[in-house]
């Protein structure tokens, strides 16, 4: 059974950091890529980063220099690692594998001073 569980949420002030986790049991992770999307209240889900089973990395504009998505394929773990965090990256944020399009349960962000 697939899952990916994430972790690491919480309230942060703007300027702060977090680090996000996504653990994955149930594949052979080192095959997949892993991607974070977000979405906010009254939004659509949009792609945050990505990351493919052979390491290149992907960043949506608005994240681009502030956010660093990796991964450790011992540990059948994403991280996506979030710097100088602002009110408007407030969303829960999913962890998504493919192929087979696996998602996370989410994880709640929120800036806020």
């Known amino acids: 059974q697939v899952q990916l569980v994430e972790s690491g949420g919480g309230l942060v002030q703007p300027g702060g950091s977090l680090r996000l986790s996504c653990a994955a049991s149930?594949?052979?992770?080192?095959?997949?890529?892993m991607a974070w999307y977000r979405q906010a209240p009254g939004k659509q889900r949009e792609l945050v980063a990505k990351i493919t089973d052979s390491g290149y990395t992907n960043y949506a504009d608005s994240v681009k220099c502030r956010f660093t998505i990796t991964r450790d394929n011992a540990k059948n773990t994403g991280y996506l690692q979030m710097n100088s965090l602002k009110p408007e990256d407030t969303a829960v944020y999913y962890c998504?594998?493919?192929?087979?399009?696996?998602w996370g349960q989410g994880t709640q962000v929120t800036v806020s001073s």
């Open positions: 149930g594949i052979a992770f080192s095959a997949y890529n």
């Open positions: 998504n594998v493919q192929p087979g399009d696996r």
